[in-house]
Structures are given as C-alpha cells and as structure tokens.
C-alpha cells in the first residue's frame, strides 16, 4: 500500500514562494508516475503537474516557468517549488501516485492548504 503525505503549504503574498513535498511510503518514488493537483474553494480537483518514472516532467499551462516538479530517489519523496505565486494558485494541494495496477493515479494524501494573499 503506497502511502502519501504532503506538507509545506501555508500563506504566502502574491509574488513569493512555496515548496511543498511529498513523503512516499509502501513504493519507490523512482518506479511511479507521481503528480500534484489542486483544488481551488468552490472548484473540482485539477492536475497541476507530474513526473515520470522516466524523469520526464508535464504542467498545466497556469503553472508553467512558475512551477517545478521534482523527484528525490534518496528520500523518496517528491517536490513541487511554486514561484511566482498568484491569488489563483490558491487552493488544497494534493500529492497523487500512480496504481500500477490501472495505469492511474490512485493514490491520494491529505492535502496542504497554499493560500496566495493579494
């Protein structure tokens, strides 16, 4: 069982930064599709960003230049480094992981709230 649990949000003012992580247990982070989504207040749960087993790397449009996924073998965690924060990227953030079973994400933590002040 794959066990996630996200940490580092927090309030931050519109042009600043946060780097959230993600401890994985139960899988090695090298050999999953990890991922980042978001939910806004009000809205459905987005895909902000991910990274492959290979190391390659996918953002949503919104967050591209600003935000950067990355992966730690070592530590078995993954990372999401936001810069350039805006009102709108306000919202809970999830780490996601891939089930190998169904080739989807299927593995959820808790969320971290990241709320953007104006």
């Known amino acids: 069982q794959v066990q996630l649990v996200e940490s580092g949000g927090g309030l931050v003012q519109t042009g600043g930064s946060l780097r959230l992580s993600c401890a994985v247990s139960?899988?090695?982070?090298?050999?999953?599709?990890m991922g980042w989504f978001r939910q806004p207040p009000g809205k459905e749960r987005a895909f902000v960003a991910s990274?492959?087993?290979?190391?390659?790397?996918y953002y949503a449009d919104s967050v591209k230049g600003r935000f950067t996924i990355a992966r730690d073998n070592a530590k078995n965690m993954v990372s999401l480094q936001m810069n350039s924060l805006k009102p709108e990227d306000t919202a809970v953030y999830y780490c996601?992981?891939?089930?190998?079973?169904?080739?989807?994400?299927?593995?959820w933590g808790r969320g971290t709230q990241v709320t953007v002040s104006s």
């Open positions: 996601a992981a891939e089930n190998l079973a169904v080739g989807a994400y299927g593995y």
């Open positions: 139960g899988r090695s982070v090298s050999s999953l599709r």
């Open positions: 990274i492959r087993s290979s190391g390659d790397t």
